[in-house]
């Protein structure tokens, strides 16, 4: 079972950045995939950035490449998300999740979606003001 908090999230013009972090405990992370999904209001929720936590390894949405960095601490119990040059379209809910199990291979990673996760923090809410 892998618990995940969230937090970091807030209200910003565009232009502007936030980071937002995900704190990971209980058993089973450390060698698996961890994604960040946003969900704004009316539509699906949809994949932001990957990370394989074995090495560090990232994936980006074609929308917030170049913009957004995902990181993890050294120790892997919190994973960040560096939001930069927001704009008014990445205003949604922000959801950190987590793969049950160890990928066959790190890009394996930047292929799933939505359903492959089987845990999920709480949500934060991102605002952005245009």
């Known amino acids: 079972q892998i618990h995940l908090v969230e937090s970091g999230g807030g209200s910003v013009q565009a232009g502007g950045s936030l980071r937002l972090s995900c704190g990971v405990s209980?058993?089973?992370?450390?060698?698996?995939?961890m994604g960040w999904f946003r969900q704004a209001p009316g539509k699906e929720r949809e994949a932001v950035a990957a990370?394989?936590?074995?090495?560090?390894?990232?994936y980006y949405a074609a929308s917030v490449k170049g913009r957004f960095t995902v990181s993890q601490e050294p120790d892997k119990s919190t994973v960040y998300l560096q939001m930069s040059s927001l704009k008014f379209e990445d205003t949604a809910m922000y959801y950190c999740?987590?793969?049950?199990?160890?990928?066959?291979?790190?890009?394996?990673?930047?292929?799933?979606?939505?359903?492959?996760?089987?845990?999920w923090g709480q949500g934060t809410q991102v605002t952005v003001s245009s």
């Open positions: 209980g058993y089973g992370y450390g060698t698996n995939c």
């Open positions: 990370l394989y936590s074995g090495g560090g390894d990232t």
């Open positions: 999740a987590a793969a049950s199990r160890p990928p066959p291979s790190a890009s394996y990673c930047g292929r799933l979606d939505r359903y492959d996760y089987n845990f």
